[in-house]
C-alpha cells in the first residue's frame, strides 16, 4: 500500500496533498522555513503524521512517491544567491551575456538600471576555438587559455562552470575537450555543457540558459541532497520527483543536472492544476487566475493542455527552455492604492506581507485591496483562517479614508469600492493582454480561479471579459501542490538541424529522432517507467526563409518515418496561417530544429465524488456593497461544509470556508460540482 | 462594473486602462498579420487612439517616436476635410509638411462614429518597405529634395462610406516597388484601426457620448494636473541648450539644434529659434519629428507613469521655426529626420541640466547605421540587411545609475542579430562583438561602454549605406566624454578605409573584406573623483578600464600587473587634485 504526496514550497506557505491508494486524501499547510526549505517541509511530514495518528517513520514508510514543486533555483536566482560561476566562451564574444542583444526594458525610465550579469566580467573567459556556422572545427581548443581561465578560477573560488562556443549546437568536439580540460584542472565543479543541455541553434539564448543552469545547479544539487538524505534517514524508500517549468516532474537526479529547467516549478504546479479542473469540466481553453498577497499568475490552457513557450525571460534573465505559458502582475491582496494627478491607481506596489494590508495591524500604514474588500463586507470581519488572523475594521477604514476618501471628496466605502473597480480591471486587462498576444479570444475561456483572494475578485473580472464560466477548486488554497501530484514524467529534448525543407536530408532527420527517442526512453526506464506509460511527442520549429520567429509544428512518427514532407508543408502553412493570418505558399520554409517530448504517465489522481448534503440554509448575514451597486445591503452567509454536490445558490451571497471565501454577485449563480468545487455562471 | 457610479477619479483610471488594452489589442492585431519584416519582427509602427479633434487621447508605447508622431497627420486629416468625414471612411497620409515624420512612414486614420457624432479616432503608422522614389527602399542620402525621396501623400481618403477608393488606391500602388507586400501591409494597418474603431464604439455606445466625451475630458484634466505638478518641480528660469552635427551629406559644417527651455511655475516654454536653417540635404526633422522627439525625451524628464495624451501637452509651449533644421520648408529631403532626434536629445538634457541636473542623463552614443546589398554566394541571391549588431552604444549615466554598455541609443530599441543566425543568414562571419575598453565617459556616475564589432564578408558586389553621426556622449557636472563611433573597412589587401558618416560606399567591396565599427561611449555623470575607489577597482578588475585611465580620470593608482588598487596611494592622489576638476587637469 503505497500512498503519495505532493509538496509545493512557496513564498510563505508549504502545502502538502496526501493520496491513498483509494483516492482519499489529506491536506495540510505549514509555514515555509527559508534557509533550508528541508526543515520545514520535515517539520510539516512531522506534524501531517500526527494527524494521520502516525510517527513520521511510519506515515514516510508508507509513501511510495513525492512529487514536489520546489523554488530553491527560483530564489537563488531572485536573491543572487547562486554559485559563484565561471563562463568559458568563444574568444571575442564573452560580453554576450551582459549585452543581452541589446533589449532595454522600459523606454522612458532613466534610471532603469541593467540587471547584473549572473557571472562578473572578469570571470567571463576567452578560450581560442572556433567552429564555423555549419559547425566544422576551424580552430581546435587551445589548451593554454583553458589553462588559464582555470587558474584564475581556482584562485577565485569559482564552483560552478559554463561553457558555452559559438556554433557548437550542432558540433560539440570543442565544448568536450574543454570540459575534460577543466574536469581534470578544477576539481569538483559543476559544470554545463552548452550543446548538452540546449543543442539548438542561437548563442545568446543557449549561452544565458547554459549560465544560469551553472549558476543554480550546486544550490539544487545541495538542496534536494539535503531533503533526499533527510527524507531517507526517517524510513522513505520511494521515488522523489521534482517538478520542472515545464509542467512535467523529473527524477531528482535529472533534475539536478538540468536546474535551469525548474526555475518556473512553482507557477507550474497552478497551470497543470488548471488543465485539470478545466478538462473536468469540458473545457479544451481556459486561464488560471491565481491571486495571492502581492502579485497575480495567468496561466494558458489551450487544446487541454497547460500551454508551453521554448523561450522565456525570467526576472530579466533568458532561459530557453520550455516553460509553462504564465505572465505574473503585481496585483494582488496587498496591491497600494493611491490618488496621483486625481486617478487613483492600485498597484503593481504592495504592502507584501510585512506590514502588510493596514487591517492585519501589523504596521500597515496604507490602503490594500484586502482593506478595501474587508470595509465592503467581502470579508469577514471576525477574522481569516477560523480567525487566527484576526482583523481591524476601523483601521482599513481609516486609511481609506486617509489616503483615497478625502483626497477624492468621497465616502470611505465608495473609496473601497473604487479600489475594487480599479483592480478588476487591471487584472481582466493582463488576462486579455496574454491571450490577445497569443491570438486567442477570452469568451472561449474558462477561468479556473486560486489563491487566497482570487475567489472575491473573479467575477467582475470574468465579466469584463466576457467569460461566462468561472471555477473555483474547493479548497483553493492547495492548488498548486494538487497540480504538482497531477502531473506526468517529462523530458523536453531538442537537436538544431538547420535546412531548407527542399533540400533535406531524410535520412538525417530520422536519424536525430531516433537518438532523441533513444534518449527519451533511457530516461524514463531510469525512472522505473515501463515501455506501456511511455510516449513520444515529435515536433519540427520551422518558418518561412527570412523569418526570424518559428513555428513549433507537431508531426507523427509515421510522417518521418514515411518521409511525409508534403503533409508537414500543409500543416506548417496552415499553422502560419492560424498564427499570423497569412500564408505564403510559394515561400522557402526552413527546418530549425527537431523536437522531442517523452512523456511517462504517473498513476491518475482525481479527487473522490462528494455527497448530496441536501438544501443549505445560510449560517448568517451581511452587510455588503455588491460591485455594480453604492448601497450597503444584507446578504446570505454559507459555510461550504455544507453545501453538498449539486447545490445550486443565486446572488448575492457569499459562502464561506476555512481558507476560501466566494463572493456570488448578482446576476450570476454558483452551482456545487460532484467533487464539490463552485462553479459559476451568469443567469442568461 | 459598469452600473455603479464610481467616483470619477476610479472611472477614468479605468477607461484609461481600456483604451490602453484596445491600443495593445491593435498593435498586437499588426505584429500578427504583416508581412513586412519591419512590422511583424522589428516592430517599426505605433499605434494611437485620437479625440475629433486629432488631439492624442492613449497610445502603446513600445517604441519611442511614434506614439507622439500620429497625431499630427490626424489634425491634417481633419483640416483637410473638416465636414466630408463620414462613418466607414479610412484616410492615408505621409505628407511631412502635414505633421508626418519621415516620407518611409505611411498612416491610416479611421474615424469613429456613435450615430452621426464623431466620437474619436484611431491610427495606425509604419516604416513601409517601399514607398517609391528613385531608389529602393525610399533611402536616398543622396536627395536634396522630397521628390528624390518617396511618393508624398497628403490626407486622401482611401475608403468613402465603408467602400474601398480604387482610383485612389491604384495610384499610389502603382509608384511604389512593392505593392505585394505594401498593399497587404497598409490593409493590416486598417484592419487594426477598424478592430479599434468597433472596441470604441462600443464603450461610447454603452455609456453614451456624453459620459465618454467627459472621461476623455477628465482624463485630459488629471494629466494635465500631473504634468503641471511635474512643472512646477523644476525651478523657475530661463536655460539654453545647444547640440551640433558637422557633416549633412553633403558638406561639412557646425549645425546646431538650439532650445530656449523657460520654466515659469507650471508651464513650460521650448522654443528652438536659433536653430541653423534647413539644410540641402536630408538631414531635416519635419515638424512631427522634432516634436515627437522632444516629447520622447521630455517623457524621460518626469514620472514615467505620467499618461501621454493632450494633457501632457497644455502647459507646453513649443515653438519650432519654419524654414530651420527642425521645421523646414518644402521641398526639403527629410529620411533623416528620425536620427537627428539623437542631435535634439542632446539639446533638450544641456538645457534641463541646469535646471533639474538629478533627472537628466550626459550624452548618450549617437546611431550609426548600415545597409548591406549584396551577391550571397552560398544561397546564390541577393541579399539586404542592416547590422543591427552595431547599432547600438553606451549610454550616458545619470544621477544614481552608470550607463547601460552597449545598450540602446536614444530613440532607437531594437534587437541585436544573434550571432548564430547572422552567420547562418547572410555569408558574413562574425570574429568580434565585445566591449571596448576605456570608452566609457568617466564620472562620479559613468558613461556605458561602446563595444567594437569585427566581422568578415564573404559575399560579393556589395553596396553599403552608412548614415549615422559619429560623436559619443557629452559628459555632464564634471563628467568626461564617451570615445567616438568609429567605422572602418579593411581590405584583403592591407588598405583600408574611412568613409564619412553618411556616404553611399560605391568602392568595390571585395570577398575577405573586415567590417570594423567601434561603438561610442556614454558620457559621464559628476566629478570621476568623487566614484568610489571600490566600484573603479571593479571596472578595473572587469577590464573596462585600463590602470592608466584609473589613474588619470578617477586618481584611483592601482598595480598595472595585478590590478590591485592601492588605498593609500588613491587617497593621496585624490586629496592632492581634489580641488582640480581632471577635465581641467586633461587640458
Not at chain 2, 196 to 216: C, D, P, T, W
Not at chain 2, 255 to 274: A, C, H, K, N, P
Not at chain 2, 565 to 576: H, I, K, N, P, Y
Request: aromatic share 8%; hydrophobic share 40%; glycine share 12%.
Amino acid at each position: 500500500v503505497k500512498y503519495r504526496v505532493g509538496i509545493d514550497v512557496g513564498g510563505t506557505f508549504t502545502d502538502f496533498l496526501l493520496v491513498r491508494d483509494d483516492s482519499s486524501f489529506s491536506t495540510f499547510k505549514t509555514f515555509t522555513t527559508t534557509q533550508d526549505q528541508a526543515i520545514g517541509i520535515m517539520e510539516g511530514l512531522r506534524a501531517f503524521a500526527e494527524g494521520e495518528k502516525t510517527d513520521l517513520r511510519g506515515l514516510l514508510g508508507r509513501i511510495g512517491l513525492i512529487l514536489h514543486g520546489t523554488t530553491a533555483t527560483t530564489n537563488s536566482v531572485l536573491t543572487g544567491s547562486g554559485a559563484r560561476t565561471g563562463l568559458l566562451t568563444t574568444k571575442g564574444f564573452r560580453d554576450a551575456l551582459e549585452m543581452r542583444r541589446g533589449v532595454k526594458e522600459r523606454i522612458y525610465d532613466n534610471k532603469y538600471p541593467a540587471p547584473p550579469p549572473l557571472v562578473p566580467r572578469y570571470r567571463r573567459l576567452p578560450v581560442s576555438e572556433r567552429l564555423a556556422y555549419n559547425g566544422v572545427v576551424v580552430e581546435e581548443v587551445d589548451p593554454a587559455s583553458v589553462e588559464e581561465a582555470c587558474k584564475l578560477f581556482r584562485a577565485d573560488g569559482v564552483t560552478a562552470v559554463a561553457i558555452c562556443f559559438l556554433n557548437a549546437y550542432g558540433n560539440g568536439a570543442n565544448e568536450i575537450a574543454c570540459k575534460q580540460m577543466v574536469d581534470s584542472l578544477l576539481d569538483g565543479a559543476y559544470i554545463t555543457v552548452s550543446h548538452e543541455l540546449l543543442p539548438r541553434v542561437g548563442f545568446y539564448d543557449r549561452l544565458s540558459t547554459t549560465v544560469l543552469n551553472s549558476y543554480t545547479g550546486p544550490i539544487l544539487a545541495r538542496y534536494l541532497a539535503s531533503l533526499s538524505s533527510k527524507l531517507k534517514e526517517s524510513g522513505f524508500g520511494g521515488t522523489l520527483l521534482v517538478m520542472q517549468s515545464s509542467g512535467g516532474v523529473v527524477s531528482a537526479e535529472t533534475a539536478v543536472r538540468t536546474p535551469a529547467a525548474a526555475v518556473g516549478s512553482g507557477p507550474a504546479g497552478g497551470a497543470i492544476a488548471g488543465e485539470r479542473y478545466a478538462k473536468v469540466h469540458g473545457y479544451q481553453k481556459a486561464v488560471t487566475f491565481d491571486m495571492g498577497g502581492t502579485s497575480l499568475d495567468v496561466a494558458r490552457i489551450v487544446d487541454g493542455r497547460a500551454a508551453t513557450v521554448q523561450i522565456a525571460d525570467f526576472d530579466r534573465y533568458r532561459v530557453a527552455l520550455p516553460m509553462v505559458d504564465v505572465v505574473s502582475i503585481g496585483a494582488g491582496g496587498g496591491s497600494l492604492a493611491r490618488v496621483a494627478g486625481g486617478l487613483l491607481h492600485v498597484g503593481p506596489e504592495s504592502a507584501g506581507s510585512q506590514p502588510g494590508p493596514a487591517c492585519y495591524g501589523r504596521g500597515g500604514k496604507l490602503p490594500t485591496v484586502t482593506d478595501a474588500d474587508l470595509l465592503l463586507g467581502y470579508i469577514n470581519p471576525a477574522g481569516l483562517l477560523g480567525g487566527r488572523v484576526p482583523l481591524d475594521v476601523a483601521a482599513a477604514s481609516a486609511v481609506l479614508k486617509q489616503h483615497v476618501a478625502d483626497l477624492l471628496g468621497i465616502s470611505e466605502e465608495q473609496a473601497a469600492a473604487a479600489v475594487y473597480d480599479v483592480i478588476s480591471v487591471n487584472m481582466a486587462t493582463a488576462v486579455k493582454d496574454l491571450l490577445y498576444e497569443r491570438g486567442d479570444d477570452p469568451r472561449e475561456f474558462a477561468l479556473v480561479v486560486a489563491g487566497g483572494a482570487g475567489p472575491l475578485h473573479a467575477v467582475p473580472v470574468a465579466a469584463e471579459l466576457g467569460i461566462t464560466t468561472v471555477i473555483i477548486p474547493r479548497d483553493a488554497s492547495i492548488f498548486t501542490a494538487a497540480g504538482v501530484i497531477f502531473a506526468d514524467l517529462r523530458h523536453d529534448f531538442v537537436q538544431t538541424y538547420f535546412s531548407t525543407l527542399d533540400q533535406l536530408d531524410l535520412d538525417r532527420l530520422r536519424a536525430i529522432f531516433n537518438d532523441l527517442a533513444a534518449r527519451g526512453r533511457a530516461a524514463l526506464a531510469a525512472e522505473g517507467i515501463d515501455s506501456g506509460d511511455q510516449s513520444f511527442e515529435y515536433s519540427l520549429d520551422m518558418r518561412y526563409d527570412r523569418q526570424i520567429f518559428e513555428i513549433q509544428v507537431p508531426v507523427s512518427s509515421d510522417q518521418i518515418a514515411n518521409g511525409d514532407l508534403a503533409e508537414i508543408r500543409q500543416r506548417f502553412h496552415r499553422l502560419h496561417n492560424e498564427s499570423y493570418g497569412y500564408d505564403l505558399p510559394e515561400a522557402h520554409i526552413e527546418l530549425i530544429n527537431a523536437r522531442l517530448v517523452a512523456v511517462g504517465r504517473t498513476p491518475p489522481f482525481w479527487f473522490p465524488e462528494q455527497e448530496e448534503r441536501g438544501r443549505p440554509s445560510p449560517i448568517g448575514s451581511r452587510g455588503v456593497f455588491l460591485p455594480g451597486s453604492d448601497t450597503r445591503e444584507q446578504i446570505a452567509i454559507f459555510d461550504s461544509d455544507a453545501l453538498g454536490r449539486g447545490v445550486k445558490l443565486d446572488g448575492p451571497a457569499l459562502v464561506e470556508g476555512r481558507a476560501t471565501s466566494v463572493l456570488i454577485p448578482r446576476g450570476w449563480w454558483l452551482e456545487v460540482d460532484t467533487y464539490g468545487n463552485y462553479v459559476l455562471h451568469p443567469v442568461s | 462594473v459598469e452600473k455603479r457610479v464610481s467616483p470619477l477619479a476610479a472611472r477614468v483610471a479605468i477607461f484609461r486602462t481600456r483604451l490602453k488594452s484596445f491600443a495593445r489589442e491593435m498593435v498586437v492585431g499588426i505584429q500578427r498579420t504583416a508581412r513586412s519584416p519591419l512590422k511583424n519582427q522589428a516592430y517599426d509602427f505605433g499605434v494611437v487612439i485620437m479625440d475629433p479633434q486629432g488631439g492624442m487621447m492613449e497610445a502603446d508605447e513600445f517604441r519611442a517616436l511614434f506614439p507622439f508622431a500620429i497625431h499630427p497627420g490626424c489634425r491634417n486629416v481633419v483640416a483637410t476635410f473638416g465636414e466630408e468625414i463620414y462613418p466607414g471612411d479610412v484616410f492615408m497620409h505621409n505628407d511631412v509638411f502635414g505633421g508626418n515624420l519621415q516620407p518611409n512612414d505611411a498612416g491610416v486614420y479611421v474615424p469613429i462614429f456613435v450615430g452621426d457624432e464623431l466620437v474619436a479616432w484611431t491610427g495606425a503608422k509604419g516604416h513601409m518597405a517601399d514607398l517609391g522614389g528613385p531608389v529602393p527602399s525610399s533611402c536616398n542620402p543622396t536627395a536634396t529634395d522630397y521628390f528624390q525621396e518617396s511618393l508624398r501623400i497628403p490626407a486622401v481618403k482611401v475608403y468613402e462610406r465603408g467602400k474601398l477608393r480604387r482610383d485612389v488606391w491604384n495610384l499610389i500602388f502603382s509608384n511604389v516597388r512593392l505593392p505585394e507586400i505594401d498593399g497587404p501591409d497598409m490593409m493590416t494597418m486598417i484592419g487594426a484601426c477598424r478592430l479599434g474603431e468597433r472596441r470604441i464604439g462600443e464603450l461610447a455606445k454603452s455609456m453614451g457620448v456624453a459620459s465618454f466625451r467627459q472621461l476623455v475630458a477628465a482624463l485630459y484634466d488629471s494629466t494635465e494636473t500631473m504634468m503641471r505638478a511635474e512643472i512646477a518641480r523644476i525651478p523657475d528660469g530661463s536655460y539654453l541648450g545647444e547640440s551640433h552635427f558637422h557633416f549633412d551629406g553633403i558638406r561639412e559644417g557646425k549645425q546646431t539644434i538650439r532650445l530656449r527651455l523657460t520654466v515659469s511655475g507650471d508651464e513650460m516654454d521650448l522654443d528652438y529659434t536659433g536653430t541653423s536653417p534647413q539644410s540641402q540635404s536630408y538631414c531635416n526633422a519635419p515638424y512631427g519629428s522634432a516634436t515627437a522627439g522632444t516629447m520622447t525625451f521630455l517623457s524621460m524628464l518626469v514620472d514615467p507613469l505620467l499618461p501621454h495624451n493632450e494633457g501632457m501637452f497644455r502647459p507646453l509651449r513649443l515653438t519650432m521655426p519654419e524654414g530651420s533644421l527642425m521645421n523646414p520648408r518644402p521641398p526639403a529631403a527629410t529620411y533623416y529626420g528620425n536620427f537627428m532626434s539623437a542631435v535634439n536629445a542632446e539639446a533638450i538634457m544641456q538645457a534641463f541640466s541646469q535646471a533639474v541636473p538629478e533627472r537628466v542623463t550626459a550624452g548618450w552614443t549617437r546611431p550609426m547605421s548600415l545597409q548591406v546589398i549584396a551577391w550571397d554566394p552560398r544561397r546564390e541571391r541577393w541579399y539586404a540587411d542592416i547590422d543591427f549588431i552595431a547599432l547600438k552604444g553606451g549610454s550616458g549615466a545619470t544621477d544614481g545609475s552608470d550607463g547601460w554598455n552597449n545598450g540602446p541609443i536614444f530613440g532607437v530599441s531594437t534587437l541585436t542579430n544573434d550571432y548564430e543566425f547572422f552567420e547562418l543568414q547572410d555569408p558574413h562571419t562574425l570574429l568580434l562583438h565585445e566591449f571596448k575598453r576605456d570608452s566609457s565617459g568617466s564620472g562620479k556616475w559613468r558613461g556605458g561602454n561602446g563595444a567594437i564589432t569585427r566581422w568578415r564578408f564573404d559575399g560579393s558586389s556589395a553596396t553599403l549605406v552608412l548614415q549615422g553621426e559619429p560623436e559619443g556622449g557629452f559628459g555632464l557636472f564634471g563628467g568626461l566624454p564617451g570615445t567616438e563611433n568609429v567605422f572602418t573597412l579593411h581590405f584583403p589587401d592591407g588598405s583600408s578605409y574611412r568613409p564619412k558618416s553618411k556616404e553611399v560606399i560605391r568602392l568595390p567591396i571585395p570577398a575577405g573584406t573586415i567590417v570594423e565599427r567601434h561603438s561610442g561611449g556614454g558620457g559621464g555623470f559628476g566629478n570621476p573623483l568623487e566614484r568610489p575607489a571600490s566600484k573603479v577597482a571593479e571596472d578595473l578588475r572587469n577590464g573596462l578600464i585600463s590602470p592608466e585611465k584609473a589613474q588619470n580620470d578617477y586618481g584611483v593608482v592601482a598595480d598595472p600587473g595585478t590590478l590591485a588598487v592601492d588605498a593609500e596611494g588613491t587617497s593621496r592622489l585624490r586629496a592632492r587634485r581634489g580641488a582640480r576638476s581632471p577635465a581641467k587637469e586633461k587640458a
